[in-house]
């Protein structure tokens, strides 16, 4: 779960929601916990205590800044607590049920909570819990048996207590969702006009050569947006992913980077640059993927040998002959497929060799421990290793330090990207730096200029 996106005020209401679940959970598990102790009823007692201890390591969670662990774990004991208080829900005759209602709430919080996230958090989890509204709701699906029962009294309160804090568990998480659904329609809007103000610009970030030399770059999105300034991809991009909106998007980016391939050609300090382009999987999917990049690519005049797209291992979980027929139809007009984020994702090492890669990069996340973690380093080595067998090149990305450059050089690494060479540039400043880097090409260049000039 990304909770780096579009809209801070996001991740906010999601921290919000989670910690109204906790403490409703708290003081519902504690209250009741005291009751029962006072009624002496030893297994409600017990249940109760789970129940507040639960919610109190939520609370836990929350406070350690690990919301994705807190919404996991509420995603998957609630519905557990909710059924089983279901069962134990001996209410005295004549009065309505209301534990039950707590799986509406825990319904929608999950998707709203998930809403960014795969089937399974998304889909399934609320929908079994609004199965078990249903079921709970019309079936007696309670244990009879007098040691459970508790005194008419307390059984009215309870039924107003689970009905209260069920409405307001509902309550908040419509309110929020209503806030993020305005902030997102807003985002959504600024994003269509950015798409035909042509408000995207792309920045460069060098990959260079053990020897030194800046043997191409990455191009990465940024917005310009006329009030915001610079906005990052990450805060972007899920949210274009989601839209559709990806794709004119990427498109434009893919021509901006092929203009800039066809300039580069043009001249001798540049010619040998290659310029890699993130893909992502909506943009990948849609039918005319293939057509799209090889028309953008031709009339560009750029040489597809210098275009190098970057996908994610998440690609190749699904429709894998489709994908590797797409990915040929591109590897045969030359251009190069390089595996991003690599270790990250499910694909095994052995499953490579399936797809027509040229390169895999190797993720920021072994190169930031790799010297301070043995496994991350016995992982990068085992890559570079399996890469040389599969005759694929490899570079490792946020290379950050002297001393992660010289352990990946020694591990066999020649390729490498991160802030210690330079941080993604505009092109005046990227140019700027290949032209420190490369003197003596530029200054090849610069006399082969004034010898036609002259
Ligand atoms: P990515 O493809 O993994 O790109 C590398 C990211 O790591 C970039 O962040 C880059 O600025 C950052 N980075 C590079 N070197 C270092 C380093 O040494 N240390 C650290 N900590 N970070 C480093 P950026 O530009 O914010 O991009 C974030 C992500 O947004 C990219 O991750 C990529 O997934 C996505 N993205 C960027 N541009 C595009 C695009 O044109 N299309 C699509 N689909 N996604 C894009
Ligand atoms: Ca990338
Ligand atoms: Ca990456």
Same mark, same amino acid.
């Given at each position: 779960?990304?909770?780096?996106?579009?809209?801070?005020?996001?991740?906010?209401?999601?921290? *919000?929601?989670?910690? /109204?679940?906790?403490?409703?959970?708290?003081?519902?598990?504690?209250?009741?916990?005291?009751?029962?102790?006072? &009624?002496?009823?030893?297994?409600?007692?017990?249940?109760?205590?789970?129940?507040? /201890?639960?919610?109190?390591?939520?609370?836990?969670?929350?406070?350690? /800044?690990?919301?994705?662990?807190?919404?996991?774990?509420?995603?998957?004991?609630?519905?557990?607590?909710?059924?089983?208080? +279901?069962?134990?829900?001996? %209410?005295?005759?004549?009065?309505?049920?209301?534990?039950?209602?707590?799986?509406?709430?825990?319904?929608?919080?999950?998707?709203?909570?998930?809403?960014?996230?795969?089937?399974?958090?998304?889909?399934?989890?609320?929908?079994? +819990?609004?199965?078990?509204?249903?079921?709970?709701?019309?079936?007696?699906?309670?244990?009879?048996?007098?040691?459970?029962?508790?005194?008419?009294?307390?059984?009215?309160?309870?039924?107003?207590?689970?009905?209260?804090?069920?409405?307001?568990?509902?309550?908040?998480?419509?309110?929020?969702?209503?806030?993020?659904?305005?902030?997102?329609?807003?985002?959504?809007?600024?994003?269509?006009?950015? %798409?035909?103000?042509?408000?995207?610009?792309?920045?460069?970030?060098?990959? %260079?050569?053990?020897?030194?030399?800046?043997?191409?770059?990455?191009?990465?999105?940024?917005?310009?947006?006329?009030?915001?300034?610079?906005?990052?991809?990450?805060?972007?991009?899920?949210?274009?992913?989601?839209?559709?909106?990806?794709?004119?998007?990427?498109?434009?980016?893919?021509?901006?980077? +092929?203009?800039?391939?066809?300039?580069?050609?043009?001249?001798?300090?540049?010619?040998?640059?290659?310029?890699?382009?993130?893909?992502?999987?909506?943009?990948?999917?849609?039918?005319?993927?293939?057509?799209?990049? *090889?028309?953008?690519?031709?009339?560009?005049?750029?040489?597809?040998?210098?275009?190098?797209?970057?996908?994610?291992?998440?690609?190749?979980?699904?429709?894998?002959?489709?994908?590797?027929?797409?990915?040929?139809?591109?590897?045969?007009?030359?251009?190069?497929?390089?595996?991003?984020?690599?270790?990250?994702?499910?694909?095994?090492?052995?499953?490579?060799?399936?797809?027509?890669?040229?390169?895999?990069?190797?993720?920021? &996340?072994?190169?930031?421990?790799?010297?301070?973690?043995?496994?991350?380093?016995?992982?990068?080595?085992?890559?570079?290793?399996?890469?040389?067998?599969? /005759?694929?090149?490899?570079?490792?990305?946020?290379?950050?330090? %002297?001393?992660?450059?010289?352990?990946?050089?020694?591990?066999? +690494?020649?390729?490498?990207?991160?802030?210690?060479?330079?941080?993604?540039?505009?092109?005046? *400043?990227?140019?700027?730096?290949?032209?420190?880097?490369?003197?003596?090409? &530029?200054?090849?260049?610069?006399?082969?200029?004034?010898?036609?000039?002259?």
């Amino acid at each position: 779960m990304t909770y780096t996106g579009w809209d801070e005020g996001h991740t906010r209401r999601i921290k *919000a929601i989670l910690l /109204g679940a906790a403490i409703i959970i708290t003081a519902l598990g504690a209250s009741w916990c005291i009751g029962f102790i006072l &009624a002496g009823k030893p297994v409600l007692v017990a249940l109760h205590i789970a129940m507040a /201890g639960s919610g109190m390591l939520m609370l836990w969670l929350i406070a350690r /800044g690990r919301l994705r662990t807190t919404a996991l774990l509420a995603a998957h004991i609630l519905p557990v607590f909710v059924a089983t208080f +279901c069962i134990f829900d001996n %209410v005295p005759p004549g009065l309505p049920r209301a534990t039950h209602l707590h799986f509406l709430a825990v319904a929608v919080g999950c998707y709203f909570v998930f809403r960014q996230q795969g089937f399974y958090l998304k889909f399934v989890i609320p929908a079994v +819990c609004l199965a078990a509204f249903l079921a709970f709701g019309n079936m007696s699906l309670t244990i009879q048996d007098s040691a459970l029962l508790i005194p008419p009294q307390a059984a009215e309160i309870a039924v107003w207590a689970n009905s209260i804090t069920a409405l307001c568990g509902l309550v908040l998480t419509v309110v929020f969702m209503n806030a993020d659904l305005t902030v997102r329609r807003r985002m959504e809007d600024e994003m269509r006009r950015a %798409v035909v103000n042509g408000e995207f610009v792309l920045h460069y970030q060098p990959q %260079v050569h053990d020897d030194g030399h800046v043997i191409g770059a990455e191009a990465l999105v940024r917005w310009n947006h006329p009030e915001k300034g610079h906005i990052a991809p990450g805060k972007f991009i899920p949210l274009a992913e989601e839209t559709g909106l990806i794709v004119p998007i990427g498109n434009w980016v893919l021509r901006a980077a +092929c203009h800039q391939l066809a300039l580069w050609e043009g001249r001798a300090e540049s010619r040998h640059l290659t310029l890699a382009v993130n893909v992502s999987a909506s943009q990948f999917r849609q039918p005319d993927f293939v057509h799209n990049v *090889a028309e953008i690519v031709r009339l560009s005049g750029a040489r597809p040998s210098q275009l190098k797209l970057e996908l994610t291992e998440s690609m190749f979980i699904e429709n894998i002959e489709a994908t590797v027929a797409k990915m040929n139809a591109l590897r045969e007009l030359g251009i190069v497929w390089s595996l991003d984020d690599f270790g990250t994702g499910y694909s095994s090492l052995s499953a490579l060799h399936h797809f027509p890669l040229g390169q895999i990069k190797i993720d920021q &996340a072994f190169v930031r421990d790799m010297l301070t973690n043995q496994s991350n380093m016995v992982i990068i080595e085992a890559i570079i290793s399996l890469a040389a067998k599969l /005759g694929l090149h490899v570079i490792a990305e946020g290379i950050e330090t %002297v001393d992660q450059r010289e352990r990946l050089r020694e591990a066999g +690494c020649r390729a490498y990207q991160g802030y210690l060479f330079s941080p993604p540039k505009d092109i005046g *400043a990227f140019e700027m730096f290949l032209s420190r880097s490369q003197p003596a090409l &530029a200054a090849a260049a610069t006399n082969n200029m004034a010898s036609v000039s002259g």
